[in-house]
């Protein structure tokens, strides 16, 4: 907390309220006069008052946590947020690539209302989910990540987040956001075929299809599944096609081998570049980098996606802030900007799902030029979309004692 001077000041609040030197009444309107609104200040000396009986420093620290968590709507002053973020000077982002869900678009809605610099894309923008939480471990360099649920869970559990609940915070569902505010589903997406047509000459459907003589070193993933959440849900959908379950990953791991074993699968990472280039001519990825590598081409080569006929899994990635975010405030706002309207409108110009999709359609406030470049509703009738930290953390470790396989990481 020591990095924000606002919490600080809260956590000193604190602290003199649970031992007396500062009276109820004086706690709160010193509080009021920081910009907090109602609220906010009773959240915060409702957790002081709780964590008093423990000490002073106990009550100051769940006081500023408090502080921390509460959101936006609830009288926090929002001007004072971007004063705040723009007098920290810039924000560090870690796995947030500018080719993915439309980050690009994002960036320049950030930069053109804010004009706060953003540092980390060139260095850490490709990052995996696992590879994010290392940096923020390691370097203590970012503010925020994008990351896969289960890796969101664990940065809460390992204390590498901190809580903040978005002005948008009653709109997300439940299950998509940590009761706490430690982390919150943004968009998702579902495993989709993106396929060179160009290069293949026969029908792609289904999971088997892949196994076509004709597809010698064709087939590619996004990376090693034991730590880019992209790849993990592509062979834990593959397992739920063929045999297994949420609770089997399986047959997920069969079929890789056996994709191995046939030749089929290449070691190239499906990314931009490989999948353009041609490197990877059937890439099993998330839907929307498969409609946006299609748009890259732009006929050069032609790429068609698709849902696997048998059906494959969704899920959502989360944004975190990191607790010792150098530019927490910056950290904040940047989750300000993507869960407002704009925002959730630039990720589905992006071809992914924004979380807030039903409160913005039933707003009438979705494009209908937007609604229609994403594939038909009929594809996804046997896509499931999975939150259950449980079952992915039960999948993850199973994928992890299985998986003999060297992806690329470029």
């Not at 907390?1 to 956590?11: G, K, T, Y």
């Amino acid at each position: 907390m020591a990095n924000d001077p606002l919490l600080a000041r809260i956590d000193e609040l604190g602290s003199a309220f649970a031992s007396g030197q500062l009276g109820r009444r004086q706690f709160m309107k010193t509080l009021l006069g920081l910009g907090l609104g109602l609220p906010a200040v009773a959240a915060i000396i409702a957790a002081c008052s709780a964590a008093a009986t423990a000490s002073p420093a106990a009550a100051g620290a769940a006081a500023a946590s408090a502080a921390a968590a509460a959101p936006a709507a609830s009288g926090f002053d929002m001007n004072a947020l971007v004063a705040a973020a723009k007098s920290e000077g810039s924000i560090y982002q870690t796995g947030i690539p500018p080719e993915w869900v439309n980050y690009q678009a994002i960036f320049d809605l950030w930069k053109s209302t804010y004009g706060i610099p953003i540092n980390g894309t060139s260095t850490e923008g490709e990052y995996t989910s696992a590879q994010e939480l290392d940096s923020i471990k390691n370097t203590g360099k970012p503010d925020v990540g994008d990351v896969g649920i289960a890796v969101a869970v664990l940065g809460k559990q390992q204390g590498l987040t901190a809580p903040y609940k978005n002005s948008h915070w009653a709109d997300i569902p439940d299950t998509a956001k940590d009761a706490d505010g430690y982390w919150c589903c943004n968009y998702w997406g579902a495993q989709a075929f993106a396929i060179n047509t160009d290069a293949v000459k026969i029908p792609i459907n289904d999971w088997n299809d892949l196994l076509d003589p004709s597809l010698k070193s064709a087939v590619g993933i996004d990376g090693d599944p034991t730590k880019a959440n992209d790849s993990f849900f592509a062979v834990w959908s593959a397992a739920v096609a063929n045999g297994g379950s949420l609770d089997n990953i399986g047959p997920g791991i069969d079929f890789f081998n056996k994709l191995l074993q046939s030749g089929n699968l290449t070691a190239a990472r499906a990314n931009t570049a490989n999948v353009v280039s041609g490197e990877v001519k059937v890439a099993i990825i998330w839907d929307y980098l498969g409609l946006a590598y299609r748009d890259k081409a732009n006929g050069a080569p032609n790429i068609k996606v698709t849902i696997p006929a048998s059906g494959s899994l969704a899920s959502p990635y989360a944004d975190i802030v990191a607790a010792k975010a150098p530019h927490p405030n910056a950290g904040r706002l940047w989750q300000e900007l993507i869960y407002s309207d704009a925002g959730q409108l630039l990720f589905l110009g992006g071809y992914a799902h924004p979380i807030r999709y039903a409160v913005l359609n039933a707003a009438g406030k979705i494009p209908p030029d937007v609604a229609a470049k994403m594939p038909a509703a009929d594809l996804y009738t046997k896509v499931q979309l999975v939150t259950d930290v449980s079952k992915i953390t039960a999948a993850e470790t199973a994928l992890a004692a299985g998986w003999k396989i060297v992806v690329n990481s470029q």
